[in-house]
């Protein structure tokens, strides 16, 4: 997850996942708080999670095996101490939250970001992408915007892509399933 460059400085590979608007830590029903990843898996903030069951526990797992699943936003890093000691929290996609995440489907000539676009988890990528009208399930939009946005002069800690970018998406969250098959 974390780069040393030759000065001794450890800058994030990927820039952690910033909440904008409407998420209240302190609101239970927003968050799944006390699940840990499953066992050995390395999660980062801002990465797509859903909860998956194993020897009857609730763990974190990496994107969705279900495309109807509803999904999370892991708020923190999978080794940070307060995870280890407490739990990750998951951002629910069910509330009406705002926030930028740098984990989505990189390729331009297969994905086209535009305002209002609908998004869904990339598989068990963890990764965000476009959804389609005939999807089973999407977590939101993107807003604020077209495309990725590059905050490099705001975030100085967080290394910059072969262009010198550190590029996110802003979603407005707002889970929603059409029932329609995948």
């Known amino acids: 997850m974390e780069t040393v460059p030759a000065y001794g400085i450890v800058q994030r590979a990927k820039v952690h996942m ?7 830590p302190l ?12 066992n050995g ?6 990465q797509v999670i859903s909860v998956n069951i194993v020897a009857g526990a609730e763990v974190w797992q990496i994107g969705v095996t279900d495309p109807g699943q509803i999904c999370y936003f ?7 101490f307060d995870v280890v000691n407490g739990g990750l929290t998951g951002v629910s996609t069910l509330d009406q939250n705002v926030l930028q995440t740098a984990f989505f489907n990189p390729s331009p000539s297969t994905v086209s970001y535009s305002n209002g676009v609908r998004l869904k988890a990339d598989g068990t990528s963890g990764n965000v992408t476009t959804a389609l009208t005939t999807d089973r399930a999407f977590l ?3 807003s604020r915007g077209t495309g990725p946005v590059d905050i490099s002069a705001s975030n100085p ?8 970018q550190v590029l996110v998406l802003t979603i407005a969250t707002q889970f929603q399933s059409n029932g329609a098959s995948a």
């Open 157 to 164: 800690g967080t290394a910059v892509d072969g262009s010198g």
């Open 27 to 38: 609101n239970p029903a927003a968050n799944r708080n006390r699940s840990l990843p499953t």
């Open 41 to 46: 898996l390395t999660i980062a903030s801002g």
């Open 18 to 24: 910033k909440m904008l608007r409407g998420w209240n």
């Open 74 to 80: 892991a708020y923190q890093d999978s080794d940070d």
């Open 140 to 142: 939101g939009y993107l």
